[in-house]
């Protein structure tokens, strides 16, 4: 308990320190295995604010709290979260005033993959990938995607982890897609120079993007391939 104590309390003094800069609140939700800790990190680390976390539960039912948010939403910190779109988050969005949120996604099927191997920490079955993608993986997306094309108070703009890790040119684009939203909401906060931009590699492990295809059958592929709404195989430019 006193550890955690004495992490929260410096949390809260480094958020008041870029508080002090008008470093405004970058309200990210990621989904799990697409490069979330290098991403949020990076932010960290170029804008000068703590990472900081705003919901409780699991994948894909993280819940946000809404007292956390509020203290959140005054600004000085990047969340590293992986929080849904279900009702009660949407909610809590709006009666918390939040205007924009940041989406990091990457491919489904690879991230479904990724995840059960961490979580399983041995050999996994095809059954199990497709457990996870189609409880939770897609769940998650589609409700992202209702929130995004519906009437809501905030506005998604989606980041891709591909972008991410394709180098420090496609990083400072991502970088800059974040920037542009919070510079109006944020007139008195100077940006960073992105001139030495890097990505951090916090939790970051290289891999090649059909590295699941060796866990998956041809006809579960196909299967996987079905469930995926067609937005996000054109938006992440996704094969069958």
């Given amino acids: 308990f006193s550890d955690a104590h004495d ?6 003094a480094k958020q ?3 508080l002090e800069k008008h470093v405004p609140c970058v309200f990210l939700a990621s989904m799990p295995r697409a490069t979330s800790a290098a991403l949020t990190s990076t932010i960290s680390e170029q804008f000068g604010c703590p990472v900081m976390r705003a919901s409780m539960g699991g994948f894909p039912n993280y819940y946000l709290m809404p007292s956390w948010v509020r203290r959140i939403s005054r600004g000085g910190c990047v969340l ?9 988050n949407r909610r809590t969005l709006s009666e918390c005033s939040i205007s924009t949120v940041f989406v990091l996604i990457r491919d489904p099927r690879a991230s479904a993959a990724s995840f059960v191997q961490l979580v399983q920490g041995h050999d ?6 497709h457990r996870a993608f189609e409880e939770s993986y897609i769940p998650w997306l589609s409700e ?22 394709a180098g420090n040119a496609q990083l400072r684009l991502v970088i800059e897609k974040i920037i542009a939203p919070l510079v109006k909401l ?12 890097g ?5 970051f492990v290289s891999g090649t993007s059909d590295g699941w295809r060796r866990l998956v059958s041809k006809s579960g592929q196909e299967r996987m391939w079905s469930r995926i709404p067609a937005r996000f195989r ?7």
């Fill in 7 to 12: 992490r929260g309390l410096d949390l809260a």
């Fill in 16 to 18: 008041e320190a870029s």
């Fill in 80 to 88: 590293h979260d992986h929080f849904g779109a279900q009702e009660f």
């Fill in 124 to 129: 996994v079955t095809e059954e199990e990938i």
């Fill in 144 to 165: 992202w995607e209702d929130y995004a094309v519906g009437s809501h108070t905030a506005e998604v703009v989606w980041l891709k982890s591909s972008d991410v890790t």
């Fill in 186 to 197: 944020t007139p008195r906060w100077q940006p960073p120079d992105l001139s030495n931009l």
């Fill in 199 to 203: 990505l951090s590699d916090a939790n």
């Fill in 234 to 240: 054109e938006m992440l430019e996704l094969e069958r």
